[in-house]
């Protein structure tokens, strides 16, 4: 099995070559929850870039989820909770995954929202 390797500048991001990302720099530009779900979002066993727009991209996913579960919870749509779970169950399949919490944030679903973050980001998403 292939484990993604991420890659920042260009380069293979490691310790050796001095161009690591320090989880300190992360946090220091975006919330916790918004580290994690830029984390998750690309597969698991393919190679990816890192960049701090992407990342800042993921701060403004996260403030718009954050408006969203400032609604009471109601009942999360057994549609986006089928459509979440089935792409966790292909294979760990984490960007079908945040598409589906995306769709859950537009469509305004406080419960469905609430499920998938913690999931995704876990206790990060509610502070």
Do not use: C
């Amino acid at each position: 099995m292939h484990t993604g390797l991420v890659r920042y500048e260009g380069r293979k991001m490691s310790k050796s070559l001095g161009n690591l990302v320090k989880v300190s720099q992360v946090l220091a530009r975006v919330p916790a929850a918004a580290a994690r779900l830029y984390l998750v979002s690309h597969r698991y066993d393919r190679d990816w870039d890192f960049d701090w727009a992407g990342l800042a991209r993921y701060a403004r996913l996260i403030e718009k989820a954050r408006a969203v579960l400032k609604k009471p919870d109601g009942e999360a749509s057994p549609a986006l909770i089928k459509d979440f779970n089935a792409a966790l169950s292909d294979d760990l399949d984490t960007p079908r995954a945040m598409r589906v919490l995306r769709q859950a944030i537009r469509s305004r679903d406080a419960a469905a929202v609430r499920y998938m973050l913690g999931i995704l980001a876990g206790t990060a998403s509610l502070v």
